[in-house]
């Protein structure tokens, strides 16, 4: 049609089925949607499919009484997931391709050149990435694709964080973000719109905050303990800065700040995002939160 209205989306591709990825097929499928869960071996793939019907036997306990019940809805949600160690293949009739596999600019570049040949030419095409520039993941492609494409941020554990930001470059057209806040919508999750800058909405506030928090820290103002009941108490956060900083991964948050104090646009050499020392040497010593037993606390 030549309508510029959302196209409605029902078959969807997730690529990569680690953390997200899974998390991202479970939900789009729990929403009745025709998955294909991407990854690079079949190893991956019943990993993947391990964390969904994990996660999937949780929500039956909470939403049906009775096993057979429970059973019946993990079954019919699985039953929508296919798995395939065939990229190619698996885009060929996608309405929707999201990319959720590692955070590293060139592996995602050279995997959407090759979807973008693959996928349908009115395919919307996504990204999960966190903290990479959707402009410059999509920087080698042609004008026809850049236009269908766009950042879909989801949180973790995706089955639990209502929010998706949805990131919007210069070059995405007007029905490409349509259909994705309809598509955000329709999987029973908010969309949040935003502009394709370092950290979008939520890492370009929590950020700070978290370094703000070890900042305190390191001036001896007070301990961790006694800032996380603070914020809890006095801010109505549901978790402490120090405890989401153990839970989101010391190495990640090291990542992120160091590489916009570096390089971030418009960020460059901001004090928010100087190294500090404390949190630099639980990096160096492997205490990297929840996932070593060790960060701010000990598990
Ligand atoms: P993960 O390491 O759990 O999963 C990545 C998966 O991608 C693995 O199963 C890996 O085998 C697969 N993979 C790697 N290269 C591939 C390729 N070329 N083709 C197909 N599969 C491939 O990583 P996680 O945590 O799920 O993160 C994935 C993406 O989501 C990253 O871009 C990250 O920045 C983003 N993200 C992560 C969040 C988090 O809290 N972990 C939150 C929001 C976004």
Redesign the pocket.
Known sequence: TTSSTASAISRITV?????????IAQVAATYKHSVTL????QE?LD??KGYITKSLKRVAKKKFEGEQAQTAFVDEVLGRISLSTK?DAAVSKADLVV??????IK??Q??FARLAAHAPATAVLA??????PITKIAEPLGADVKQRFIGL????PVPQMKLVEVVRTEAADKQTVDSAVEFVRAIGKAPALCQDTPGFIVNRLLLPYMMEAIRLLERGVASPRDIDTAMKLGAGYPMGPFELCDY??LD?IKFIVDGWYREGEGLQGNPLFRPSAKLDELVANGHLGVKTGKGFYEY
């Open positions: 690529i990569g089925g680690g953390q997200m990825g899974s998390g991407v990854d690079v071996s991956a990993r993947g990229p990319e959720a596999v590692v955070e590293n592996v995602k050279d995997l990204s999960n990435t966190s903290s990479l941020h989801f949180f973790n989101v991964g990640t």
